[in-house]
């Protein structure tokens, strides 16, 4: 292919200068000497060639494909009902075609989900992505298959940065119907043992204008009530629990509905204690008795109430007991009236010295069954004959003294239930044999109760710490006295702050502390999520992962610590997931709480309606009634680019230049042969002329 090209000897605009200077001295010839100054032109003309430095080009092309860009949205909204398989088919049959234009080349562009979920769709970024190395005289145009639900849409054609027609196939059906659960008022926190309000709304299209909602707190069914769409309603529940109390509002699916994915809404409430009530009830002063005290107290979120019975069994003189104190104990006020508002009572070498009737007792035991936590912190007076064992709360204690107290040094040691029991499970210093940890130099004698395994034995081997649950509630019974030595660091000391405040928190039910629990966390990875088992059994059985759209899968947990199992997976979904072990259930969101694929499922052709025909695109619907209908594809060079069953491409006819030779016009032996020439025969003609003259 052969062109002109200059090269100038002069910058352009001194040579247009000069060519008006040119143009003027020609002009001014004519007028003065008539058709001989032609020759003088053609002298200007061909100095003002040489200055401009002309060039014949010859370029060897090789013409390369224009390239059409598919770009194939595979988010989360794609995936509903039958745009899968719709999305697929049109695909394959795009490639076919393309097959049938020479002269253009198809890229496809693939748009999987963020990672997140909480980003949407967003093909315009990935096609920019995709087309950073076509320049873009070479596109040819681009086609988009998607839901039309995308967002981010350029709000102008200027900030689209393309010329090329964008033509865009929507998947879906214009019919489609689908309902929601939409949350307004989700509080993230409650105190424990009170209601607490949600306010949701139901959101339908192609519906009834009623529907049915289900509330479910950790996976039992709490409330079913029938609700009008379009109205937000308000839902209480009560936070049972410390810790993540899990609430799940479904609502009944529409038969044949797009998705029932965002037909529930999941909100895990943090359940917050306002102040742990304790009760703690000291048989006599004593070394011990100011540990107790100072733990209790460090804790902001305990509430103590502390007695201390300031004369011992042996000092019995006859004195009434309403004379023993200054400050009246308030027994019936503790005991009968108010017990059920205290989290946890504690016995602390205490004595049954006739200071509360029997009836009291009896009290205690159904406190502790229908809920409650009592502690029994023991001493000598354990094995005599005013112990509590001998009262009616022998019933619910986990072990029976045998009448002897063993006083030498010891150890206090893990047993194999203490190893994997949450309490006492690597407590600092257990890893050692033996313990690294002081001496305690006393042991009552116990014997425990069938069933019961002590999680902590002492000195020859006997119960040193005992945990039983009697029906809702629970008992501790620790069987020396000598705890305070760890507290005032005698050899060295001990974990005697994580041992005794695991132990309360356990007696008041912290979920994290629970020997048989099922838990499920999201890494930080991703969308790596780590489930734990804790169990006190010597294995874990597989994990059932149920996903948002029904989905299962099986983990298998391997052990990581005693009593702990664990084990990791990559949720494929967006959503709530839910993890069943045996009896236990656990509940874990991963990515955004309401992803923004699921806030709006339907298919739609108007949000890039107006983009599309900017650009002399067309946007379509591939569904009809006889099945999907794919367009035709053209290569159109000029004129509309699309019709009522066709699109268009506008090629570039770009190429790539293998070679290039330059032929200098003005340059060389030709050029200057021309220009004298053309001197000579000016001075001839002027020559002749003026002899003529």
Known sequence: MLSLSFTPLLPWPAIAAFAVLVALFIV??????????????????????????????????????????????????????DRPAMTDQVRAELQRRFGALTNIEPRFIDVPDSRDGDDGTKLFTALSQALADVPPERLAGVVMLTDGVVHDIPPTLAALGIKAPLHVLVTGHADERDRQIRLLEAPRFGIVGRDLTIRAEVMERGGTGNAVVTVRRDGEQIGRRSFPTGQPFSLTTKIEHGGPNVVEIEVEPLPGELTTVNNRAVLPIEGIREKLRVLLVSGE????????????????????????????????????????????????????????????????????????????????????????????????????????????????????PNGRVVERPYK???????????????????????????????????????????????????????????????????????AWLWARGYQEGGPYLDLLRRLAHWLMKEPALEEEALRAQMTGHGREVRVERQTMADSAEPVTVTGPTGTSRTL????????????????????????????????????????????????????????????????????????????????????????????????????????????PLALGLAALAALAAAVLAMWLVEGRRGRMA
Request: proline share 6%.
């Open 285 to 400: 002063p004593h070394q011990g008795e100011r540990t107790w005290r100072n733990l209790l107290k460090s804790d902001a979120n305990v509430d103590l109430v502390h007695f201390t019975i300031l004369r011992p069994p042996e000092k019995q003189d006859g004195t009434p007991i309403s004379e023993l104190s200054l400050i009246a104990f308030p027994t019936r006020e503790l005991f009968v009236q108010k017990i059920k508002d205290f989290d946890l009572i504690i016995f602390d070498r205490y004595a049954n010295q006739s200071v509360l009737p029997s009836a009291y007792f009896d009290n205690i035991v159904r406190y502790v069954q229908d809920g409650g936590a009592l502690l029994i912190a023991a001493g000598p007076e354990f094995a005599s004959s005013a112990s509590l064992a001998r009262t009616r709360l022998s019933s619910i204690l986990p072990g029976d």
């Open 556 to 663: 298998t947990l391997s052990q990581t610590e005693p009593g702990q199992f664990s084990a990791t997976f990559e949720a494929s979904e967006l959503g709530l997931h839910t993890l069943r072990s045996g009896s236990l259930v656990a509940f874990v969101s991963v990515g955004p709480a309401n992803p923004r694929e699921l806030s709006d499922v339907f298919s739609d052709t108007e949000r890039m309606k107006a983009l599309s025909e900017a650009t002399g695109g067309s946007i379509r619907r591939v569904a009809d009634s006889g099945g999907t209908v794919v367009p035709r594809l053209q290569s159109v060079r000029s004129g509309r680019l699309g019709g009522a069953d066709w699109i268009g491409f506008r090629p570039s006819d770009s190429a790539n230049i293998r070679g290039v030779e330059v032929y």
């Open 412 to 482: 206090a040691t893990l047993t194999g239930t203490g190893a994997r029991h949450p309490v006492t499970r690597a407590l600092p210093g257990s890893e050692a044999t033996p313990p690294a940890w002081g001496d305690w130099l006393r042991i009552v004698s116990a014997q425990t109760r069938p069933g019961i395994q002590p999680i902590l034995s002492g000195a020859n081997n006997l119960p040193l710490l005992a945990l039983s649950r009697e029906e809702k509630g629970r008992v501790a019974l620790l069987l020396s006295d000598h």
């Open 28 to 81: 001014l010839a004519f007028v003065a000497r008539g058709r001989t100054a032609f020759l003088r032109a053609l002298v200007l003309a061909l100095v003002l060639a040489a200055i401009a430095n002309p060039s014949l080009v010859r370029e060897d092309r090789e013409p390369v494909k224009d390239i059409a860009a598919v770009v194939v949205d595979r988010s989360g909204s794609q995936a509903l009902g």
